[in-house]
């Protein structure tokens, strides 16, 4: 094995390098992972576009990329589990292991955490990544390295489904039919919904809510999409008319009319899971109304515990993810694959770096 890795650096918006780097020596506790898929996330495409996502700003250089799958190339001292050659899904955040939020199970909402591709910590688009053994899962042979690298956003759909607490014969409304979206929406039939919505302005994606389950899509380009969706609740209780809105309700866009719309479209005593984040941190919405419909707005950071139940799921064939990846550039063309996700949103769904 070389001593020098190959590495997309983001510089500052829009500038990505390719540079070399020495490769990483795992220490106590960690394994060294030969990376070979890395799918383009929302977060990567923010950072390459503004340079900053809220309080967390660029100000050296960077390797982006956290949704990743690779080899095991090394191991170092106190681990056991993996050896070179194993093939392995890799969960991207790092805790402390021994707060009160790890203890009780919560580590996402751990204050100590090292996360891939955030700020100060680089992330995947490399050859080589140490990391954690306690954060990396074996990866079936059924599964490739694309199905590995997907885990992480399906763990995202499956932790706002967990957060909506959703229930066997519920109707369920994603604003938003991107990749998180549309594993959500998966994620919430695996859960028992009956009924999926799915909510977007572009055609194409919602095509793809379609075929993954979708039972009614909404397209909003003409903003209307909230009439409709609450028409479709009163077409699911037709004897309890008072009954509108939806059971549990997912923003997924990250957007401020979507984040208006999930409330509104939530039944009295529903559950809204705002899992996007939209581009200003203070929106105005009608809280008077969400209030007196008793709605529980919960809010969701990432994941806890998640992917066993992700690989499970995708080796049962009880979720699709293979389908969503509709691009694939190499390594050398990170900039290009950033760029192409950031511009071709009406037409890809998960862009993928074939980096091994």
Known sequence: MADTMKCAVLHGVGDVRIEERPVPVPGSGEVLIKIMRVGVCGSDVHYFTHGR??????TDPLVLGHECAGMIQATGPDTGRFQPGDRVAVEPGSTCRTCFY??????NLCG?????????VDGAFCEYVVWPEDFVFALPDAMTFEDGAMMEPLVCGLWAVHRG???TGDCVAVFGS??????ALQAAKVAGAATLIAVDIDEFRLDFARKIGA???VNDRDGNALEQVLEISRQVRPDFPECVGVDVAFETAGAIPTTRNTLAATRRGGVAVLVGLPPEPMVELDIVEAASKEIDIRG?????????TGIALTLEGR????SLVTHRFPLDAVRDALEFADTNKASSMKVMVEVG
Do not use: E, Q, W
């Open 165 to 167: 607490g959703v229930k």
């Open 112 to 120: 100590d955490v090292a996360f891939m591709g955030t700020p100060p």
């Open 178 to 183: 991107g990749p998180i979206g549309l594993l």
């Open 319 to 322: 979720v699709d993810v293979r």
């Open 300 to 308: 969701m950071f990432r994941y806890a515990n998640r992917y066993p």
């Open 53 to 58: 996502i809220g309080d967390f700003v660029i």
């Open 102 to 107: 790890c203890k009780s199970g919560s580590y």
């Open 215 to 217: 039972t009614h899509t």
